[in-house]
């Protein structure tokens, strides 16, 4: 392991995300409400270290697959601190702890926040959350190799180790070119909806902050009441429609958008995705319709805010229109099991993917028939392509720690305090990088309450969910470090 490597793209890394510090600092100095200092000390501080970093240290060969694991964990775990400074220095948050959560749980997309009340926030500080998931929602890493061509050095592994799901897919030879590709992507979306939101009514500083918060499947909202604050059916579809985009393998969106339409039908992972949210929307939507709420405000009312909140939770946006934990106890079930589930593979969603999920479902169907017929040779396959043991067994591993993972975060939270309901909605919510969960962290409540020694465990939890547990976990390997 060769430390000035990381170091050096770690510096170039810091020195482009002083460029988005700068962008929040116009927006806070445009807007005149006190906060724009904070931002400026912060981005000519990132600044000078990135670049004293980069000026230090050289770069002379391609990173090996250990530093590519090494320098996107440790990106995200430098940006996710700086990202905390401007909280601090506005006053805005005065634990330190909790700083680096809010900046965590934005570049993370988890959408799990400290504050108690969003709107009377300075709006340099709502717009530096809403730009923190927006960044954090294609990747930190990712964004540096679509437009820094020099970190294209090693650029497959630091590909790899960031873009989540279990199989990382190129659209061109060159991992520069797929970046810069998806981000491509990513921006238009990010684009018609704003243009969408302002259509139905929002203002121009709404539509921007929930668009910057919706594509990356984040939740930011500078509301207190999220969503719900705009009672409007068409700004609410608007916003299931692009949480579902966001929750799709966004190289399907590429290929749509090249003329391919059919890339979605030939997906057998798009297919049961689209299938186990309707089937949840359509069972959610059972569940609460005659209850005394919605036995007044009538069928497509009760229909909107389930489908609203399948898709949100499911996408791990994180948004809401209703307070979920007064729904039935069966709904709630419902929605808890697709916060494990997550968006599909390749895209900015969280939790265990819904590739995994289809393909441990395959397996176990192809162990029945084995135990019916042992001569049989029965092949798990994803769609029409067979899956080999390598795959499955990567798979599994990944569905058994995150499990694993997730109860050391329920025990953790017990021991520090929490009743057993908020452990674990907090675990899955942070783990899956979703935001609001059960218990006292639902859909309406905050995380300031808790001490710092649970945010620094949630702070971790983030990590690990948002990197797919492997690059995280492989820091704590000696075999890592080892020269």
């Known amino acids: 392991m060769r430390i000035q490597h990381l170091v050096h793209v770690v510096g170039i890394v810091l020195l482009a995300f002083s460029a988005a510090l700068l962008l929040a600092t116009g927006v806070a100095w445009g807007y005149g409400e006190g906060d724009a200092l904070a931002f400026l000390v912060t981005t000519l501080a990132t600044a000078t270290v990135g670049g004293l970093a980069v000026r230090t240290t050289r770069l002379q060969e391609s990173l090996s697959i250990r530093e590519g694991y090494a320098v996107v964990s440790l990106t995200w775990l430098v940006v996710g601190v700086v990202g905390g400074i401007p909280y601090l220095l506005s006053g805005v948050i005065t634990d330190p702890v909790a700083a680096v959560f809010e900046s965590v749980s934005g570049f993370t997309t988890t959408g799990a926040t400290v504050f108690p009340e969003i709107e009377g926030l300075p709006r340099g500080v709502l717009f530096w959350r809403s730009l923190t998931q927006w960044l954090g929602g294609m990747g930190i890493i990712l964004l540096g190799i679509a437009i820094l061509p020099f970190l294209g050095v090693g650029g497959m ?178 929605l808890v099991g697709l916060m494990f589930m997550g968006g599909m593979a390749g895209s900015t969603g969280g939790g265990i993917k819904a590739m995994r999920i289809y393909v441990l479902l395959r397996q176990g169907i192809a162990e029945l028939q084995r135990s019916i017929h042992p001569r049989a040779v029965v092949v798990t396959r994803l769609g029409r392509q067979p899956l080999e043991d390598p795959v499955l067994l990567n798979i599994l591993g990944f569905v058994i720690l995150f499990l694993a993972i997730f109860a050391v975060g329920v025990v953790g939270l017990a021991f520090l305090g929490h009743d057993l309901p908020t452990s674990i909605g907090a675990s899955v919510a942070t783990l899956a990088n979703i935001g609001p969960g059960i218990g006292n962290v639902g859909a309406v409540d905050h995380y300031g309450w808790m001490d710092p020694v649970s945010h620094l465990l949630l702070i971790f939890l983030m990590l690990v969910g948002r990197l797919e547990i492997f690059t995280v976990l492989l820091l704590f390997h000696p075999g890592l470090w080892r020269r």
């Open 157 to 334: 592994h630091l590909f790899r180790a960031e873009v989540p799901g279990p199989t990382p897919e190129r659209l061109t030879p060159r991992i520069a070119q797929t970046a810069k590709l998806l981000w491509y992507v990513y921006a238009s979306l990010t684009v018609v909806l704003v243009l969408l939101l302002l259509m139905g009514g929002m203002s121009g500083f709404d539509a921007v902050n929930h668009a910057l918060t919706t594509l990356p499947t984040g939740g930011f909202s500078p509301r207190n009441e999220s969503v719900a604050a705009f009672d409007s059916a068409f700004v609410q579809y608007t916003i299931i429609l692009f949480m579902y985009l966001a929750g799709v393998n966004f190289v399907l969106h590429f290929r749509a958008m090249s003329g391919h339409l059919g890339a979605y039908g030939r997906s057998a992972e798009w297919r049961f995705f689209t299938a186990a949210l309707g089937g949840a929307a359509l069972v959610v939507f059972l569940a609460i319709r005659f209850t005394p709420e919605y036995a007044t405000q009538g069928m497509e009312v009760a229909f909107r805010d389930a489908l609203f909140q399948v898709v949100s939770l499911a996408t791990t946006t994180g948004f809401a229109t209703k307070d979920y934990g007064l729904w039935p106890l069966g709904a709630q079930l419902i």
